[in-house]
């Protein structure tokens, strides 16, 4: 059997040296009996030559190659959005669509009662009894100033608005005599309760009233002149939006517009002004501190001519 190893590469590390071959002979000859260089196995041939290998760089694509082959598709998918968010079949954040159930000051100005959520009966300015049921018919001019909910609904300004409630407001001085409002009212103001089968589902006082007359520190509002208030978001109760409130203001119709019941939320609006005790004084009636108050509620059937009332400028 040949002692002689067999040939490797000259580079191959797992291959004897010649040195170690010398020295191996040595031994042999000197009856040493030393055992023969050990030769490597063909799975440890193979893998160091492999680690000699020098490795390929692995092929990187740089972001601005990557951007530009996914340009034409980020477009598209662009375009699908943009088209999307326009035909408002993507949620859109509009902000809150109620406040919280604390008393927080409200854009614009006031404070909401969201400290009052649920409750039953509540109104900012003690009322006078029968003021949140349906008003009747003013008995004459000696009656006294009156207050009169022009109009009232919801109002969305734009698609990333909650909406807001708003309510215009008429009166009747009573009598001859002028009622000059203050054009700020500032903390007396006006008072706005919404209030559902549960309790109160809205409400702010301290509102702020744009008016239709822009002269003068007060408003005589004699002659048609009104205002308007505006009920944000942020005085719902939570749980509930302006325009599901808007909607159970209204009251039930049959086909001929002709009401057939009671709203299901009532809205009471109530200004406190001096002047209103100062006119009411001088007509001979209690001055009621000052307050004059109305609600969206319709008259009993009785009231009507026909028993029914139509629906007028709600």
């Not at 020098?54 to 990557?66: G, L, N």
């Not at 909401?112 to 029968?130: A, I, K, M, V």
């Not at 086909?255 to 009671?262: A, D, M, P």
């Amino acid at each position: 059997m040949s002692t002689v190893p067999p040939a490797q590469g000259p580079d191959d590390p797992s291959s004897p040296s010649d040195e170690q071959w010398d020295a191996f002979l040595r031994e042999v000859v000197a009856g040493g009996g030393g055992r023969a260089p050990k030769e490597p196995s063909a799975r440890a041939r193979i893998a160091a030559v492999r680690l000699r290998r020098p490795r390929r760089p692995k092929r990187t694509r740089s972001a601005t190659a990557w951007l530009a082959s996914a340009a034409p598709w980020l477009a598209a998918g662009a375009v699908v959005v943009f088209g999307a968010f326009q035909m408002g079949l993507i949620p859109q954040s509009s902000g809150p669509v109620s406040g919280p159930a604390k008393a927080v000051s409200l854009p614009g100005g006031g404070t909401s009662d969201g400290n009052q959520c649920g409750t039953g009966g509540y109104h900012h300015f003690p009322l006078p009894p029968g003021a949140d049921e349906p008003a009747p018919e003013p008995s004459g001019t000696g009656s006294g100033p009156r207050l009169v909910l022009a109009s009232y609904g919801y109002e969305k300004l734009s698609s990333r608005s909650p909406g807001h409630l708003t309510v215009g407001l008429g009166f009747a001085p009573g009598a001859k005599k002028s009622l000059e409002l203050s054009r700020n009212p500032g903390g007396q103001g006006v008072a706005v309760e919404i209030e559902g089968p549960h309790g109160l589902v809205a409400g702010a006082h301290g509102l702020p009233v744009t008016w239709s007359s822009k002269k003068g520190a007060s408003v005589d509002v004699g002659d048609g002149v009104g205002g308007e208030i505006t009920l944000p978001a942020q005085a719902l109760c939570p749980g509930y939006d302006a325009r599901s409130v808007a909607e159970a203001l209204q009251p039930p119709t049959d086909s001929h517009r002709t009401v057939t019941g009671q709203p299901a939320y009532r809205l009471v609006v109530s200004l406190r002004d001096p002047a209103v005790g100062t006119l009411r004084t001088s007509l001979g009636l209690p001055a009621e501190d000052g307050v004059l108050s109305a609600n969206n509620l319709v008259p009993e059937q009785g009231d009507w001519p026909g028993g029914k009332a139509a629906v007028s400028n709600v």
